[in-house]
């Protein structure tokens, strides 16, 4: 349990008493006191510090068995592999570093990969953050640390040499201050509307991007305009019989029908066609009237990520007017955030739900089907799960196939993009303030990304010799 204590993670929720922009500023000055900008330089674990592949294997207890060795095999690829599943021992570890005492909505996993392109309502695209599991209200600086960290995870892997880490953190980090500086002289809307465009960001990029680099962005803009419930209706299913169906990929993706036999199918199969009816009470009124004109046709189990591998994910097929008119839902089961233990519990009782609420107030713009509902299981227990579309204009930009210029790019307009999602429910104001003009915060985040990077490759060591000597079993795909 860290010192931020039980009830603060609903503290962003909390009406507070009316303060003047200069009395906010006069806070975050303040928080340089407790927590000094250079005291976020280096990492070092505690000696209490848990087994992380213990940690891991918490985790993996309550989640789907025969597919926990799969989530091992993926871990042990990499130490960037290994990162995106590790999370839970981050987030202990950063409970133990300086805390500034400023709190905002957490996406709780911010790492590279979970910065990508998105589609809009207005079928646009935009950058944005993809992934909320964790998501929750706590210290600021978190997310922040959790990029930086894996902007130098990911630029070892490519080989690239300290000194262009370093610019790439350093652009990052200042790149967030910049904007959450830009944040505060800005009125509450205009905060609010503020969103990622590519229609605007291309230029910016382009200038700052080789010949490769552009072709490469713009094969990525065009590539993620095709991923949408069609393309996955294409990719995922077949007629069977006469219907339409989804395609058995064991263990990938794996149809009900070959899951579960008679009564036990039926009262599943029942299940989820309610949980489609009652999570549309999740939506405002004129997407559950658009939810209503889709009708399930098949259902399958799917295996996704790297840290959710083992969660219970399902895939629903919809067709609206015809068999040409496909809808493609992932439900996705929400279990306790991470960040619980230490920056305090969610204010909902439905983890779902506080999913979907993070990621609505972190959001630029949102999925029109993202909502959340509870269902009971095989095993008699009841799970929360959040349910958004498979694919909605998804893009993402792979690290292995970045340049030192790309990737500092990348990392500017991921700080950027993190700093508008916490402008909208942190106090943007003190949070500047607390940054400052200079570049004492970047500087320590830099230190801090390299020593974290460090502890990551001895964890993700340790995960490959708890597989060697047979503590924990992976498997390939």
């Not at 005291?39 to 087994?51: K, M, N, Q, W, Y």
């Amino acid at each position: 349990m860290s010192k931020r204590g039980r009830n603060s993670g609903a503290a962003v929720r909390r009406r507070a008493p009316y303060l003047s922009p200069r009395e906010r500023a006069e806070q975050g000055k303040a928080a340089r006191k407790s927590a000094p900008r250079k005291s976020h330089a280096g990492f070092e674990p505690g000696r209490d510090r848990p087994d992380p592949v213990a940690v891991v294997d918490v985790q993996s207890q309550t989640r789907v068995q025969e597919l926990v060795p799969i989530r091992y095999g993926r871990m042990t690829e990499s130490p960037f592999r290994f990162y995106r599943g590790a999370a839970a021992i981050m987030a202990g570890d950063l409970a133990g570093t300086p805390d500034t005492g400023l709190t905002a909505q957490l996406c709780g996993d911010a790492h590279m990969m979970n910065f990508r392109l998105l589609g809009s309502p207005e079928r646009r695209l935009v950058f944005d953050i993809n992934d909320f599991d964790e998501t929750l209200p706590g210290p600021w600086e978190w997310d922040v640390k959790r990029l930086a960290a894996s902007l130098v995870i990911a630029g070892r892997e490519n080989g690239f040499s300290a000194g262009d880490r370093a610019m790439i953190v350093g652009t990052a980090v200042r790149s967030y201050r910049e904007r959450m500086r830009g944040f505060a002289g800005m009125g509450n809307l205009d905060v609010w509307y503020t969103r990622a465009d590519m229609a605007e960001l291309q230029p910016l990029a382009d200038r700052q991007l080789r010949a490769k680099g552009r072709r490469r962005l713009s094969a990525t803009m065009a590539k993620a305009r095709t991923r949408d419930s069609l393309q996955a209706f294409e990719k995922l299913t077949r007629v069977r019989d006469g219907e339409r169906r989804f395609t058995p990929d064991p263990p990938l993706v794996v149809p009900v029908d070959d899951l579960l036999r008679g009564v036990r199918r039926e009262r599943f199969v029942t299940e989820l066609h309610e949980l489609v009816e009652r999570y549309g009470r999740s939506l405002s009124t004129e997407r559950r009237h658009l939810l209503r004109q889709y009708r399930v046709v098949d259902i399958a189990r799917k295996v996704v990520g790297v840290g959710s591998v083992g969660t219970r994910c399902w895939i629903l097929l919809l067709l609206g007017k015809d068999d040409t008119d496909p809808l493609i839902l992932q439900a996705k089961e929400a279990d306790r955030s991470v960040l619980a233990e230490h920056a305090g519990r969610s204010e909902y009782r439905n983890q779902g739900q506080r999913v979907v609420a993070g990621q609505r107030l972190m959001q630029a713009v949102g999925d029109v089907f993202l909502g959340w509902d509870r269902v009971r299981g095989q095993d008699g227990r009841q799970r929360d799960f959040y349910v958004r579309q498979l694919h909605d204009w998804k893009g993402i930009l792979v690290p292995q196939e970045m340049v030192p210029n790309g990737m500092r790019v990348f990392g500017e307009l991921c700080g950027a993009t993190l700093a508008r999602a916490h402008a909208r429910s942190g106090d943007r104001i003190a949070i500047a303030s607390y940054l400052g003009g200079g570049p004492a915060f970047d500087e320590a985040l830099i230190e801090f990304a390299e020593a974290y990077a460090d502890q990551n490759e001895r964890d993700h060591a340790a995960l490959v010799a708890a597989v060697k000597s047979g503590r924990v079993k992976a498997a390939s795909e």
